[in-house]
């Protein structure tokens, strides 16, 4: 069974930075998309970004890029979500997921984490 867990994340002022990791069990990680999502109170959850399988590509939605990087160690298992120049509008829970596919054309993953809570104070 496929688990992903979530770590990371916490309270930060405005402009500051989290990394948020992302740790995969069951299976390797070398053959899945993985791609992460937060979800802000009230509000459906949203795609953040996608990570290709090699971590030769990555794409980000507007409301991050520029200040959002994801990345992976595929030997270690891990993806990653660095998160600079936060603002409280970022403040969400960050899920990551991992899917066969690409996640930035609107899939829906094949494996969800628990989520972890970004709190941005500002």
């Known amino acids: 069974q496929v688990q992903l867990v979530e770590s990371g994340g916490g309270l930060v002022q405005a402009g500051g930075y989290l990394r948020l990791s992302c740790a995969v069990s069951?299976?390797?990680?070398?053959?899945?998309?993985m791609g992460w999502y937060r979800q802000a109170p009230g509000k459906e959850r949203e795609f953040v970004g996608d990570?290709?399988?090699?971590?030769?590509?990555?794409y980000y939605a507007e409301s991050v890029k520029g200040r959002f990087t994801i990345s992976r160690d595929n030997a270690k298992n891990t993806a990653y979500l660095q998160m600079n120049s936060l603002k409280p509008e970022d403040t969400a829970v960050y899920y990551c997921?991992?899917?066969?596919?690409?996640?930035?054309?609107?899939?829906?993953?094949?494996?969800w984490g628990q989520g972890t809570q970004v709190t941005v104070s500002s």
């Open positions: 997921a991992a899917n066969r596919g690409l996640l930035r054309f609107g899939s829906n993953p094949n494996y």
């Open positions: 990570i290709m399988w090699n971590g030769g590509n990555t």
């Open positions: 069951g299976s390797t990680i070398s053959t899945y998309v």
